[in-house]
């Protein structure tokens, strides 16, 4: 497959539609073009043309919240080529603002993408919108089409999300990608391909996080990572090696887990957490102030 870096960021976007995002007379309407309740699926049918022209589908699913070491819960996305998978996104929606942001794990850092208050004529960093109504899948529905320069189109559907994008990537060769089902808080449309589902991807080993914040008043979350599902002990000790809280005790599977510690009560000063996890043990410093 040509430029692949080129094509899986195009395919991120194509799914995503994110700078596509349509409002409406209210912040609800405008939600509505992009529905991102745990457990929503999308199915397009995907074409590369050009030099080594690709035919396939692609899947994309909500599949939970992650806290991210940045303090923030996003919704954890999953996406795959046919029977590949790709890397998860991490996306949330300001209830606030309407505004949708992407989180980027190797750095850290969100990015905002767009506002789904965004009116046509708005224009600057978020492009063009058009309104329309139109038959997806069936169904007769109002649409958004958002126009960044010559490189991207997207279109939504109110209730349904994205349903067609077309991506012009480094050399030129479209990416073009179509809904074919989705199934939206539990309402199906279009056909089900069948197609593996975009189960959340394993850890490739055990880890454990800095708590945040650090320093803490009065509690803080604390993250880890199983690569397979084991028996965890997570405590809190002081200085003095004295347990002082336990906040995990029992069998958990393989991901991502968080957990929150509360301080009230308890003294200023330096703690241990302290994760065992089958034959791994590891540990980290915690500071609670007042």
Not at 178 to 186: C, D, E, F, S
């Amino acid at each position: 497959m040509k430029n692949a870096a080129c094509l899986t960021f195009g395919l991120v976007l194509c799914a995503l539609g994110l700078t596509n995002l349509a409002p409406a007379q209210t912040l609800d309407s405008a939600l509505a073009y992009f529905p991102m309740s745990i457990g929503n699926l999308w199915e397009y049918s995907l074409y590369m043309y050009g030099a080594g022209t690709f035919e396939g589908y692609y899947t994309f699913s909500v599949v939970g919240d992650t806290l991210m070491p940045n303090g923030i819960v996003y919704r954890k996305c999953n996406g795959g080529i046919d029977y590949l998978l790709i890397p998860p996104v991490y996306l949330r929606i300001d209830s606030a603002t309407a505004n949708v942001w992407l989180y980027n794990p190797s750095r850290g850092t969100e990015t905002l993408w767009d506002s789904l208050r965004a009116r046509p004529g708005d224009r600057g960093e978020w492009g063009s919108v058009r309104f329309s109504v139109d038959n997806v899948l069936g169904v007769a529905t109002p649409t958004r089409t958002r126009y960044v320069g010559y490189q991207l189109l997207y279109e939504m559907a109110y209730d349904i999300g994205p349903m067609y994008s077309n991506f012009t990537d480094l050399d030129e060769y479209p990416i073009i990608s179509r809904l074919v089902y989705a199934k939206i808080n539990g309402k199906e449309y279009g056909t089900f391909l069948s197609l593996p589902p975009m189960v959340p991807n394993s850890p490739a080993e055990i880890s454990l996080s800095q708590n945040y914040p650090n320093p803490f008043n009065p509690s803080t979350t604390i993250q880890y990572a199983l690569p397979h599902r084991s028996r965890v002990i997570l405590a809190v000790y002081n200085t003095l090696g004295q347990r002082v809280a336990t906040l995990e005790d029992g069998t958990e599977e393989a991901g991502y887990h968080t957990v929150r510690f509360d301080g009230t009560g308890r003294a200023t000063g330096v703690y241990v957490y302290r994760l065992q996890a089958g034959e791994f043990v590891l540990s980290r410093k915690l500071v609670l102030i007042r």
